[in-house]
């Protein structure tokens, strides 16, 4: 049956992460000044809820058992790590604090989740969705009084074509691109879920799909377009039930992609190599230098990594990390400017918990999927998308630190846990 508890906690903290994304980019608001701390403080008070409402909370977390072991047992090997590693007190606790924060706004999540979580959340896609378009066009159109406005944004960086040509990259209402960017394809993925459940869509819903995916291919966003495309890709093949299209149409998405690998595999190779995931000419690339840091570190501090706040998030930079000098990152030219250096995320993982801390924390995600994988409503098929999406994004980016990311993902889940969920 069904829990009934309003959902309009979880859509209340979703608003304040947007919110918090647009007064982060206004000319007139301090850079990492109180803004930037809303919302932390709006996941610290949520955890009041925990304790009013425990009974429930323990009810709908028993169906959640392993993967919640999992980041159990993973923040567990941090605190090992931490001890043995070389961080202070402070700085583990402060890593540590922010660690937590992914999984306090997943299990709020969960416990908030009603018969009309669904509805409100699609009621709010639709209207961040319009309230992007204006801003995008402005962006695009006045670009000058846009940049003077919100001159904290994260919007300025060019992507250059092969004739070096200059595009700017659409932000939207966000902070940053790469935010944006993750809404543009979550909202994509919802639709879909939408289109793949019921079978067909309102011309209502055709017209915020098709927005969703224009304001997407107007960032320029490529790791989020690809993960996009690999997720809808995955997650149709997984649920379609027609047993007899599906090798007709495997072959044919298998011949586009072998299309798409040739005309792309200079810009692809160029891309794995920024990743760090393979050697090449442009070696230097700030995510490349600290996946392979990252890899010695967890070498050198086998098995249990350099401990919570080492390497690769905030604590590493307010406590200036040894890491950063003995891997001559230091010598970056963006390392004064503070450009990049929390701009990965298993990269931090790998040094800060080892292998074995790594293993826990994928293999947590990986039974989330499993669990989405349990149902086919809206709710399920949402989820597997979005858990799929942001672990092939979390490759580039450190969405998986990132508080609205994180909500959006997972604002649906706990309806892949109900038997009796229609939607």
């Known amino acids: 049956m069904i829990l009934r508890r309003s959902s309009t906690i979880s859509i209340l903290i979703l608003c304040i992460f947007l919110i918090q994304n647009f007064l982060m980019k206004l000319s007139f608001i301090e850079p990492g000044g109180w803004v930037a701390q809303i919302d932390e403080l709006a996941v610290l008070s949520s955890v009041l809820f925990f304790l009013l409402f425990h009974k429930m909370l323990i009810y709908r977390i028993k169906s959640l058992r392993q993967p919640f ?24 606790l402060l890593q540590f ?11 709020l999540l969960c416990l908030c989740y009603d018969d009309f979580a669904v509805t409100r959340f699609e ?17 695009f159109l006045f670009s000058n009084s846009y940049d003077v406005i919100f001159a904290n944004g994260s919007h300025f960086g060019l992507v250059y074509g092969a004739d070096g040509s200059e595009y700017s990259r659409a932000a939207g209402a966000f902070w940053f691109t790469g935010i944006y960017a993750v809404f543009c394809s979550l909202a994509i993925g919802f639709f879909a879920s939408k289109l793949m459940i019921e079978k067909k869509l309102i011309a209502a819903d055709w017209g915020f799909f098709f927005t969703a995916i ?8 490529r790791g ?5 495309l690999i997720s809808c890709v995955a997650v149709y093949f997984f649920y379609s039930g027609t047993r007899y299209v599906k090798p007709i149409t495997l072959i044919a998405v298998l011949a586009v992609l072998i299309v798409v690998l040739i005309l792309s595999s200079a810009e692809i190779e160029k891309w794995l190599v920024e990743l760090g995931l393979i050697s090449g000419s442009i070696d230097l690339a700030p995510r490349a230098i600290f996946m392979q840091s990252a890899l010695d570190i967890s070498t050198d501090y086998f098995p249990f990594g350099a401990g919570l706040g080492s390497f690769g998030g905030r604590a590493a930079v307010d406590y200036d990390s040894v890491f950063f000098y003995k891997y001559l990152i230091s010598h970056e030219w963006y390392f004064n400017f503070g450009f990049f250096l929390t701009d990965t995320f298993w990269p931090k993982v790998i040094a800060e918990s080892g292998y ?11 039974f989330f999927l499993r669990k989405a994988t349990e149902r086919k409503n809206l709710s399920s098929v949402y989820s597997l998308f979005a858990i799929v999406f942001i672990l092939i994004n979390s490759l580039s980016a450190p969405v998986l630190n990132d508080a609205f990311s994180i ?8 309806g892949s846990c109900l038997k009796s969920a229609s939607r």
């Not at 604090?97 to 299990?107: A, E, M, Y």
């Not at 224009?214 to 966003?221: D, E, N, Q, R, T």
């Open 214 to 221: 224009l304001l997407l291919f107007v960032s320029l966003s």
């Open 356 to 366: 074995i801390g790594t293993f826990l924390y994928f293999f947590g995600f990986l």
């Open 224 to 228: 989020e377009i690809v993960s996009c």
């Open 407 to 414: 909500a959006f993902v997972f604002f649906l889940f706990y």
């Open 97 to 107: 604090s922010l660690d937590l924060k992914p999984f306090i706004i997943i299990v």
């Open 123 to 139: 009621k709010l896609i639709k209207a961040i969705i319009l309230i992007n378009v204006p801003f995008v066009l402005w962006q």
């Open 69 to 92: 072991m999992m980041f159990g047992a993973y923040l567990l090997i941090s605190i090992v790590s931490s001890i043995f590693g070389v961080v202070v007190l402070n700085q583990f």
